[in-house]
């Protein structure tokens, strides 16, 4: 049973546009909640996150939404660019759990 | 600075042979765990460390072996390779405490024929 979802694939956006990447969690037991960026041949990288005690994180282009009563959460990129382009992971986590969920990723394509 | 490496890059089993993929960080993180990635299965945890000597299971953790002898090692070992076992496999580390901001290797191709 996956406890983190990433039911859209793949997403395709114009450069300069909004990306926005849904992610949704079956555990009200989570209150931690990551983005992780991952390029081709490359290990995926951490790109921000937020605890359960916010419904918002920013960081620069990239923002984090969470709406916890409807296990929730969305990645804004904007403006979006060309080099957005890759697989992103949403993970969630238990606090005191040393166990990270990870979402099946959604290949966003950033068009020039 | 290296942060986690992993060797081999690739790698070509036949079923039944086995081997060791090292994952060594120099971060001097206290966690280390192995994921498999799949297509359209995500990462899924395999195994995990929280400090030498201390090892768990993680979701998908039948097949493989884990031991951590000192805090920077963490190699996953393959007793008897199944074609099952082809994936791409990434070890991650991180610092203990709440932070679970995980730093990955840049992962392993393995395919069992």
């Known amino acids: 049973d996956q406890q983190v979802k990433q039911n859209s694939p793949s997403l395709s956006v114009q450069e300069g546009r909004i990306s926005i990447l849904n992610c949704d969690y079956t555990?009200?037991?989570?209150?931690?909640f990551l983005w992780y960026k991952k390029y081709p041949a490359e290990g995926p990288t951490f790109l921000i996150s937020i605890s359960s005690i916010k419904d918002k994180n920013e960081d620069g282009r990239f923002t984090v939404f969470l709406n916890k009563s409807a296990k929730h959460l969305s990645l804004h990129i904007v403006p979006s660019q060309p080099g957005d382009s890759a697989v992103y992971f949403c993970?969630?986590?238990?606090?005191?759990?040393?166990?990270?969920?990870f979402g099946k990723g959604m290949k966003l394509t950033v068009n020039p | 600075n290296a942060g986690v490496t992993q060797t081999p890059k690739f790698q070509v089993l036949k079923t039944g042979q086995s081997m060791t993929l090292q994952c060594a960080q120099d971060m001097n993180h206290e966690y280390m765990s192995w994921y498999r990635q799949d297509p359209g299965m995500g990462l899924r945890l395999i195994h995990y460390s929280v400090g030498a000597g201390i090892t768990d299971q993680g979701e998908v953790p039948n097949g493989y072996n884990v031991s951590r002898s000192t805090t920077e090692d963490f190699p996953l070992r393959l007793l008897s390779a199944a074609p099952s076992q082809t994936s791409v496999y990434f070890c991650?580390?991180?610092?203990?405490?709440?932070?679970?901001?995980?730093?990955f290797g840049s992962g392993t191709q393995l395919s069992v024929l």
């Open positions: 993970a969630a986590s238990q606090g005191g759990s040393e166990k990270l969920v």
């Open positions: 991650a580390s991180k610092d203990q405490g709440w932070s679970e901001k995980l730093f």
């Open positions: 555990n009200s037991m989570f209150d931690y």
